[in-house]
């Protein structure tokens, strides 16, 4: 068995291979075409250089412009959507919707500081502070080709440590497609002010798709034309809360569930130059004041459910205290991830009620890191809890007070199966 070492360009980007939504380039795929070979999901890497422009004059921005990119993602900021898709049958395997929005969460939970320091500051440009990230990677001195970078992308899919088979009569190939987030979610002012950067702008060239891929001695009998593979998906949603009694349903559809968690913003902060669109705050008012979280239910079709009772946080009791109550940072820690491992960015330092959002909230060891969630598996059987039929809900006691629209949005990790045969592929949820 031998491997072979694959470089692929993207299939639909012009001769100055040069790409920005600015300019008209929001999606980015990449084909890793049919053939008798296996594609290990783990090795795939998207690499390439990024420049970050100022004004329409391609005037390059300085320490001193307050042009600055999310520190819990820095180059992960770029994309808004991935979809991954079977070449033989067209068949969508697995899309993940707010990509960024996941991965602002997903990260900070799976990572610790000390690896913003390290692989993936020289994988994806990452430091763990908000001047800092400003700094090294916006206002990086001027370079021929900007900052090179070379991710991985974490999906399901992609995850799952499968063998993918690529030949005609199983998968047919595979391809990749990355949705390009507009220059206004990715780039924000620091100081809230946007005079002189309204028409800011990222731009991504010399892109390319890395795999590896297993060359079987014998294909026919390591290249079944009909099989599955098992992986854990992620799929989202998207809802807005307005009230000091927020209440949200929704019909998940997935039979498998592991976990679900979200993470919340002022719906002002969405494509917004002034706001940071990737912070991860608790509900804020329109002053820019949190909205305390007293209390959380969730249910499963109006039930109490997995937890059979109210969680009452402390701000419940002692309004005045500062840190968020530690039950719903293991709660969404669990939702996320299960085991020992207890590597994360989270600290008392990013998750309590001492910051505001009146502008965008500049919070030290990678910016605010609220989150809520919930295990249904946290044995690792796999099995989880059926949401096919019925659907989950959450609601939340909180301190919003005022008119001011949050945005919300749901993350369901979930085990899903993608069946192969001579007939088609199906995605089993």
Known sequence: MSI?????QPSNVNSTQKVSYKKGNPIVSFLVGSQPHLLDAGSVRISGDIEFFKDANDAKPTTADQLAIDEKLALYSIFEKVTITSQRSRQVIETVNHYGRFLSTYLTYVNSKSDKFSHLNEMALTLPNFETQKRELVDFPATEHGSRF???????????????????????????????????????????????????YYQLSNLRLHCELVVPPNPQQMLPSQGQLTYNAITSYFNVINSANAVVNFNL??????????????????????????????????????????????TKAGMRMPVSFNIDTNVKETPSISTIDPQVVTFARSSIKAGLNLRSEVSPINTNRLYTGATPPLTADGGPMECIGVPFDTTGTGVGEDFSTTPFGIQMECDLTSDSPNALFLFVHSRQTLVFGASGLQVIQ
């Open 150 to 200: 070379c991710i991985h992308i974490p999906t399901g899919f992609l995850s799952s440590g499968n063998m993918i088979p690529l030949s005609a009569d199983s998968l047919g190939g595979v391809e990749i497609s990355l949705n390009l987030a507009p220059d206004a979610q990715v780039l924000y002012a620091q100081n809230g002010t946007t005079t002189g950067l309204t028409d800011a």
């Open 4 to 8: 072979i070492y694959n470089e692929i």
């Open 253 to 298: 559809g997935t039979s498998r569930t592991l976990g679900v968690f979200m993470n919340m913003c002022p719906s002002k902060y969405l494509n917004n130059l002034a706001f940071n669109s990737y912070a991860t705050t608790s509900p804020l008012n329109k002053n820019g004041s949190q909205a305390a979280i007293k209390q959380i239910i969730f």
